[in-house]
């Protein structure tokens, strides 16, 4: 048994995490660590928990506690990982692993140095819609694999206005924005289907200096894109497009990923409508022919629901196994970090406006 605390359990945790590793038997949530006392001991007793933390360095130390899951702002991460590595704990991190590239690469090497099992949370990679669709162009389903292109929505991000809860993000130190968050995971997604990005040429515009926050008469600076846009090479030869629009939302149709082959086209878009495509199920079709994903991709007990619980169990289910077979899981830390550097090279792209290779 993997006895798990979780650092920040009464936020995006809380119905991510928590019901997904509530499912698997190889887990026991047996702590967990909120920004204050009462706000803990009241997520402890919701979930049956026997430790309550405001300190998430304590809740690392306990001897309870064999894995800590780092669910907190992206800013907030790295305190969090270097205290679970001081202790000799296994962590998994939700994504981004740190507000940079810079930080992302001394957590790595970090994580490497203390010999503990780490994993980041970006849930495409364990989606079955995408491990599907990877395999149908391995098999050339579509024949030889010419261009990529996706169009997602970007929402909350990048709009006129924002909630009041995310206007840190406008500071791009906090590293929590448009492209760090929501063109990250679905660039995640689309490398998991279609292989590595090994060059980029980027625009990052933005088109709101002041946002209004939602629900107030005030305005907050923005200093962050407001959309993503980019071309690239994949390192399978096939091109690729991506534009990411940032809006106030509510998320309509989420996004349409199209796969350009020699001989059919492959049309992916949310099963559920307004569902982000690192998140749920797709509807999937090869020409005009509708493809459904077979049963045997979706690995986790049927009481998990589709989407963010599901794929995240996925991972957890990786990290038991790598755990007993003493190796790392994927995506690990090193997944992160060259996740990390695609950023960075789109940044770069962006400032500059070259194209960049991908380190």
Same mark, same amino acid.
């Given at each position: ?27 026991? @949530? ?34 309870? @506690?064999?894995? @800590? ?50 994993? %980041? ?91 209004? %926050? ?11 894109p407001s959309h993503v846009l980019l071309h690239g090479l994949l ?55 509708? @493809?459904? %994903?077979?049963?045997t991709y979706r690995t986790v007990p049927t009481e998990v629901r ?12 990786? %990290? ?19 996740h990390h550097r695609l950023l960075e090279a789109i940044e770069r ?11």
């Amino acid at each position: 048994m993997i006895r798990v605390g979780v650092v920040g359990a009464s936020g995006w945790a809380d119905g991510s995490h928590l019901p997904a590793l509530a499912a698997l038997e190889a887990f026991e @949530v047996t702590a967990v660590a909120t920004t204050n006392q009462p706000s803990a001991d009241r997520t402890a007793a919701t979930h049956g928990v026997r430790h309550a933390f405001a300190d998430a360095a304590e809740l690392a130390e306990h001897p309870d @506690v064999d894995l @800590v899951v780092v669910s907190v702002k992206a800013s907030g991460h790295a305190a969090v990982i270097r205290a679970a590595l001081k202790a000799g704990k296994h962590v998994v991190s939700e994504w981004p692993l740190g507000v940079d590239a810079d930080q992302a690469r001394e957590l790595t090497e970090a994580a490497v140095a203390a010999g503990v099992v780490h994993a %980041v949370v970006l849930q495409g990679h364990h989606s079955p819609s995408a491990r599907f669709v990877a395999d149908l162009l391995a098999d050339d389903r579509i024949g030889a694999f010419e261009s990529a292109a996706l169009v997602a929505e970007g929402a909350p991000w990048g709009g006129s206005r924002i909630w009041p809860n995310l206007v840190f993000g406008l500071d791009p130190s906090e590293g929590t924005n448009i492209l760090t968050i929501m063109a990250g995971h679905f660039l995640a997604a689309l490398e998991r289907v279609a292989g590595p990005l090994t060059e980029v040429s980027a625009r990052l515009p933005r088109t709101h200096d002041r946002v209004l %926050v939602a629900g107030t008469e005030q305005t907050a600076p923005n200093a962050t894109p407001s959309h993503v846009l980019l071309h690239g090479l994949l390192a399978g030869g096939a091109t690729a497009s991506v534009a990411v629009h940032g809006g106030n939302g509510p998320i309509q149709d989420a996004f349409v990923l199209k796969l350009v082959g020699s001989d059919a086209t492959l049309t992916a878009t949310p099963a559920q409508r307004g569902t982000f495509i690192h998140w749920g199920d797709w509807d999937i079709r090869i020409g005009d022919d509708p @493809v459904a %994903v077979p049963d045997t991709y979706r690995t986790v007990p049927t009481e998990v629901r589709s989407g963010p619980p599901a794929n995240i169990a996925a991972l957890y289910q990786e %990290v038991a196994q790598a755990i007993a077979e003493d190796r790392q899981p994927h995506p690990s830390f090193e997944t992160a970090l060259r996740h990390h550097r695609l950023l960075e090279a789109i940044e770069r792209s962006a400032a500059d406006g070259t194209a960049q290779k991908i380190a």
